[in-house]
T-cell receptor, first 115, second 114 residues
Framework: DAGVIQSPRHEVTEMGQEVTLRCKPI?????LFWYRQTMMRGLELLIY????????DSGMPEDRFSAKMPNASFSTLKIQPSEPRDSAVYFC?????????????FGPGTRLTVT | EDQVTQSPEALRLQEGESSSLNCSYT??????LFWYRQDPGKGPEFLFT???AGEEKEKERLKATLTKKESFLHITAPKPEDSATYLC???????????????FGSGTQLTVLP
């Protein structure tokens, strides 16, 4: 298996622009997670899905952030409009479903820089 | 609120010098405690899951242990390639037992000198 795939790996954008991050989870995994990592706050959960349905979005910072999972093999995290404080590394992770184990497998991340 | 505290923040060892990393946690019902390794510029890599106090898991030079309040990651005779940030995370059972979120500690940055 190729593991969790994220794109782009690096994104540089100007304040006010829309940013879309993409994720392909491991095939057969029922759970998908979006995290953000910064030096100040560490690794924080933003939102997670089970069978394409959002379960907990309490970590989404504000209305500028939105996430979708239109099918089992694709998810997006969108920031509109972007701000410099959104600069961070964004990780996607996936995990097996009921009856499986609980560990999460992370993608390589997208490093976002907002100028 | 679930909390995870890792110590020390940074640790420098000579090759072959064994040591332990600490992860203290508070959680309202623990499903599992997870250890990850993260190399610079990469995503966290899963190492171990521990589910109950007294449980131990081993992988090469690493051994993870769990008590009701903390977990230790013991590194025996480390090599330079063990240099990385080691992250600890907890997963609660949740109200319905279906929670899947992880709360991470801030990590221990390990450097093993040749």
């Amino acid at each position: 298996d190729a593991g969790v795939i994220q794109s782009p790996r690096h994104e540089v954008t100007e304040m006010g622009q829309e940013v879309t991050l993409r994720c392909k989870p491991i095939s057969g995994h029922d759970y998908l997670f979006w995290y953000r990592q910064t030096m100040m706050r560490g690794l924080e959960l933003l939102i997670y899905f089970n069978n394409n349905v959002p379960i907990d979005d309490s970590g989404m910072p504000e209305d500028r952030f939105s996430a979708k999972m239109p099918n089992a093999s694709f998810s997006t995290l969108k920031i509109q409009p972007s701000e410099p404080r959104d600069s961070a590394v964004y990780f996607c992770a996936s995990s097996p479903g009921a009856g499986g184990t609980y560990e999460q497998y992370f993608g390589p991340g997208t490093r976002l820089t907002v100028t | 609120e679930d909390q995870v505290t890792q110590s020390p923040e940074a640790l420098r060892l000579q090759e072959g010098e064994s040591s332990s990393l600490n992860c203290s946690y508070t959680v309202s019902g623990l499903r599992g405690l997870f250890w990850y390794r993260q190399d610079p510029g990469k995503g966290p890599e899963f190492l171990f899951t521990l589910y109950s106090a007294g449980e131990e898991k081993e992988k090469e030079r690493l051994k993870a242990t769990l008590t009701k309040k903390e977990s230790f990651l013991h590194i025996t005779a480390p090599k330079p390639e063990d240099s990385a940030t080691y992250l600890c995370a907890v997963q609660p059972l949740g109200v319905s037992g279906s929670a899947r979120q992880l709360t991470f500690g801030s990590g221990t940055q390990l450097t093993v000198l040749p």
